[in-house]
């Protein structure tokens, strides 16, 4: 088996990056360089102010930065001298074209694949990290061979998803449930490029948690724990609307049904509804490759899990519009919370894009407030919108005069505002619209709020 000590990773992103520096901390050994085509990118990995928010990122950057684990545009220099290579570049939802709207966009991870092709004059493990459709590392498997000009270099793939979430990347990393390695385990030389992947994780992470498969089943385990994740929120939204129906409250619910073993507490947190650049990339993904199957039915109840999401959201943009007596135009409303969750100033496929735009449509006048989000990134969210929107840099500003306030993400520092103060300044009646439920909902309404509380009794 080869023993690896220099790795690179394509794809300087939300997971490139939090991932290479957690093997660049936990193995002193290997030299981890991470590239990436975007130069503003590298530079910020390069920099004091680094291109993403997560926490406890910094500390392990600057403990490895310019000792193993090192940043660059030079793709082509770290492949030529890398034993394994991590392809962790994006795979988004394609645009145009056949799928459009479902299926994945593997431009991106087929470049990378052709230029690997190019520039390998040895043997290369590579790593799909990103998420992609099963039977991917097929199709890579081809490009990278007939593209290579020399024949003898082999190329063993193997797939190694990432599950980690935004806002807790770095725990998730230290402390992951598992590691999962799909690879072609039936020969040899799949098993020992498993062993190999295997062998850098067992630096930090109990054997017994890293998990080895074959190459399809990784793959598509990575799309089946992010549909499974989602169903759970699109199942607990569903309750929320029959609760505010039938006056039961949904986080009792939750609570009752999360004490079932069977069932567990984690992921019953109603809401606006999710978010995030990979739930409903990766459900419409697997829904699409369920229709390639002929699968109809299957596909079609995993586009119930994205139809339901959609559902919560202009839901939550008529329960406000009806509650402020049909008419918020020129009302000033403001959004505490832009990111699509807490403890990241990611903001790609928020609820409050959709919920923000809704109620602009209704000539609502947005005051919004974000801790991490920046307000160039709401005015790319929110193109042709910005006439209707003002970002403000503390909640305060945004809470001035206003007739509403929405909660769009569970920022902890949301639950520790002087209500009363807000009261004060806010137009009456007030109103407070919780999607998130972090809210004291009976001390809002003795202040004199009126509050309405996603799955809870109005
Ligand atoms: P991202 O957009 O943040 O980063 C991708 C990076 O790849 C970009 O910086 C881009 O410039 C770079 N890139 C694209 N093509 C390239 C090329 N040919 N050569 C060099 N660099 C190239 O994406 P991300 O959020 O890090 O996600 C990456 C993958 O990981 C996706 O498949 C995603 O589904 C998966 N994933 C994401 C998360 C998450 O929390 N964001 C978690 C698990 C898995
Ligand atoms: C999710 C998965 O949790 C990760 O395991 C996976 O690796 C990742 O997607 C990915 O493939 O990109 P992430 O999207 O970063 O991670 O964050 P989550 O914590 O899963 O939250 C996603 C959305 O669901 C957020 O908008 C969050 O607010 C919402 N959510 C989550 C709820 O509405 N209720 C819950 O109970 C939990």
């Known amino acids: 088996m080869v023993k690896i000590t220099t790795i690179c990773c394509i794809g300087a992103g939300y997971v ?25 990118r590298i530079d910020a990995w390069n920099s004091d102010e680094l291109p993403i928010y997560e926490p406890g990122l910094d500390e392990v950057v600057k403990a490895c930065r310019g000792k193993n684990l090192f940043f660059s545009t030079d793709v082509a220099g770290a492949i030529r001298e890398s034993q394994m290579i991590f392809v962790s570049v994006n795979t988004p939802t394609k645009k145009t074209g056949l799928g459009s709207g479902k299926a994945a966009d593997l431009t991106y991870w087929e470049s990378a694949a052709r ?62 449930d598992r590691v999962l390695i799909g690879g072609k385990i039936e020969n040899e030389a799949g098993q020992a490029a498993v062993d190999a992947l295997a062998e850098v994780y067992a630096n930090w992470v109990p054997k017994n948690q890293i998990i080895t498969a074959n190459l399809w089943s990784a793959e598509l385990s990575k799309l089946a724990a992010n549909a499974f994740l989602a169903q759970r929120i699109s199942s607990i939204n569903a309750m929320s609307a029959l609760c505010e129906a039938t006056g039961a409250d949904v986080a009792q619910v939750a609570h009752s049904i999360g004490t079932d073993s069977r069932i567990g507490p984690k992921f019953l947190n109603a809401s606006v509804g999710f978010g995030g650049s990979c739930f409903q990339k990766d459900i419409l993904n697997l829904a699409y490759i369920c229709e390639c199957h002929g699968l109809k039915e299957v596909a079609d109840y995993w586009y119930s899990v994205v139809g339901m999401n959609d559902y919560q959201k202009s839901r939550f943009v008529r329960r406000v519009v009806s509650a402020m007596f049909n008419t918020i135009r020129n009302k000033k409303i403001a959004m505490l919370g832009f990111a699509f969750k807490k403890d990241t100033g990611d903001t790609r496929e928020t609820p409050a894009i959709d919920v923000g735009k809704g109620l602009i449509e209704d000539g609502a006048q947005l005051a919004i407030y974000d801790p991490q989000v920046k307000e160039d ?42 209500w009363k103060e807000i009261y004060d300044v806010m137009q009456k009646p007030a109103f407070v619209f919780d999607g998130r439920l972090i809210l004291d909902h009976d001390h809002l309404r003795e202040i004199g709020f009126i509050v309405y509380a996603l799955g809870k009794p109005i």
């Not at 945004?398 to 306030?405: N, P």
């Open 115 to 176: 230029t690997i092709a190019a520039e390998s004059k040895d043997n290369k493990i590579i790593v799909e990290k990103s998420t992609v459709p099963v039977r991917t590392a097929e199709a890579i498997e081809k490009v990278l061979k007939r593209n290579c000009s020399d024949a003898s270099v082999q190329f063993d793939i193997l797939s190694n998803p990432e599950f980690l979430a935004e806002g807790t990347a770095i725990s998730d990393l230290t402390a992951p």
């Open 16 to 40: 490139g990056g939090p991932t290479m520096a957690m093997i660049a901390l936990k193995c002193p050994h290997i030299k981890v360089t991470v590239v990436d085509i975007s130069q503003p």
């Open 377 to 418: 990134q709401i005015a790319y969210d929110m193109e042709g919108m910005m006439g209707n929107i003002t970002c403000y840099k503390t909640a305060k500003e945004a809470l001035q005069d206003a007739h509403a306030v929405t909660i769009m993400t569970e920022w902890d520092e949301f639950k520790s505002y002087d």
